[in-house]
């Protein structure tokens, strides 16, 4: 998970060129919601779909939670969910008893409400891939504090204390100072405390560390890392391979690849600790099948 930089006005600039009168709709709409004191609005009236591109776009086309590259605008919508950060319907309780998960810090009651005033609300959106968004994020939205479900008020909100991450914008934390690699691994940055307990319960919630294919696709990415970075500092590589080593760092390091906090890093431990490096591009390579 990384943070997707842009401010509130430029946010709202993409939507209306992307959807002329869209913001002022859904002021409209919150407004009835705030009257009705619920989100009722029929399913088949939803229009946030309408500025589902301009989260693909700053999103690079990946899911806002797992890092996950999906495919672009042109063919790629339908893999993309229009995702509410704060749940617009009832909020169940996480983790679920099926889930047989337990902390020893509060996670947040159920409600019978949802966010309402927050469907509409461009600071609460992102693009997420389905297995992200349904079924592991559904109407969840774990918090330290106690739910206050009746605002629109960012800084009101902020005493929810949220476990989730938001990385779009600069409301939130930047998520690569909560949660770091090792290895294929996410793990908490902070050794304890409440900011320890963010990056637990998002890498629990969204199963980052267990996901098969995510823990495939980093690995490959270690790998070309490894490789790129050993090149680099081959003094009898020739310009040639180490230009094409330089290039594949940037371009796994850049926002527009996938994994790319993973791939961030395993190159800032490569170059403070190449033994510990060494040993994560072995577990790498172990991780991927050999035919
Ligand atoms: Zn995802």
Not at 104 to 124: C, E, H, I, R, V
Not at 174 to 192: A, D, Q, S
């Amino acid at each position: 998970m990384i943070r997707y930089q842009i401010s509130r006005s430029k946010l709202e600039e993409a939507i209306e060129e992307e959807k002329p009168g869209w913001l002022e709709e859904a002021r409209r709409k919150t407004e009835a919601f705030r009257q009705a004191g619920e989100f009722n609005e029929p399913d088949g009236e939803n229009s946030w779909g309408d500025i589902k591109a301009v989260y693909m776009r700053l999103q690079k086309n990946k899911c806002i939670y797992c890092e996950r590259k999906l495919e672009s605008e042109q063919y790629g919508k339908i893999e993309h969910d229009v995702e509410h950060y704060r749940p617009k319907n009832p909020v169940k309780a996480w983790p679920s008893k099926k889930m047989k998960r337990v902390y020893d810090f509060p996670t947040g009651n159920a409600s019978a409400k949802g966010y309402y005033l927050l469907s509409y609300n461009q600071l609460n959106y992102a693009t997420a891939c389905k297995t992200c968004n349904t079924p592991l994020k559904l109407n969840y939205f774990p918090i330290a504090g106690s739910r206050i479900n009746d605002s629109d008020d960012f800084e009101r909100l902020k005493r929810e204390s949220p476990y989730l991450i938001y990385p779009v914008g600069d409301l939130d934390e930047n998520p690569e100072n909560l949660i770091t690699f090792e290895g294929v691994l996410p793990v908490p940055k902070m050794k304890r405390g409440h900011r320890h307990r963010r990056a637990r319960v998002t890498i629990d919630f969204f199963a980052l560390d267990i996901r098969e294919e995510l823990l495939k696709m980093r690995a490959r990415i270690i790998l070309s890392v490894w490789l790129a970075y050993k090149s680099l500092n081959n003094q009898s590589a020739d310009a040639e391979d180490r230009d094409t080593a330089q290039s594949i760092i940037n371009i796994a390091l850049s926002p527009e690849s996938d994994h790319t906090n993973c791939a961030r890093s395993f190159h800032n431990l490569c170059q403070q600790d190449i033994q510990r490096a060494r040993e994560y591009a072995e577990q790498a390579r172990r991780i991927l099948p050999t035919e």
